[in-house]
Nanobody
Framework: QVQLVESGGGLVQAGGSLRLSCAAS????????MGWFRQAPGKEREFVGG????????HIPDSLKGRFTISRDNAKNVVYLQMNSLKPEDTAVYYC?????????????????WGEGTQVTVSS
């Protein structure tokens, strides 16, 4: 079992940057594929990035490529989401999630553990 705690959210102006962190408990972090998702009010939870358990495989949706980057540090039990050139439409609660297995999945249903989320608000 793993517990996840997100941090790094906040209020930022359009064009700014934020780096979200997700700290995981336990000694088996490197056995989990990790994903970042976001959910805006009234919308479904949306995949924004995934990374394999060893960090060699990553995926950012085409709509976010060039602005979002995902990475992980298994020695520190942390996964990151770097967000640049933020837009008001990026406003949402951002969640990290872990799934047992080698890699990530796009569907939130594939994940076993979730953090409580961190709010990101981008002002225009």
């Amino acid at each position: 079992q793993v517990q996840l705690v997100e941090s790094g959210g906040g209020l930022v102006q359009a064009g700014g940057s934020l780096r979200l962190s997700c700290a995981a408990s336990g000694r088996t972090f490197n056995t989990y594929g990790m994903g970042w998702f976001r959910q805006a009010p009234g919308k479904e939870r949306e995949f924004v990035g995934g990374i394999s358990r060893n960090g060699e495989s990553t995926h950012i949706p085409d709509s976010l490529k060039g602005r979002f980057t995902i990475s992980r540090d298994n020695a520190k039990n942390v996964v990151y989401l770097q967000m640049n050139s933020l837009k008001p439409e990026d406003t949402a609660v951002y969640y990290c999630a872990a799934r047992s297995g080698t890699s990530y999945r796009i569907s939130p249903r594939a994940y076993d553990y979730w953090g409580e989320g961190t709010q990101v608000t981008v002002s225009s």
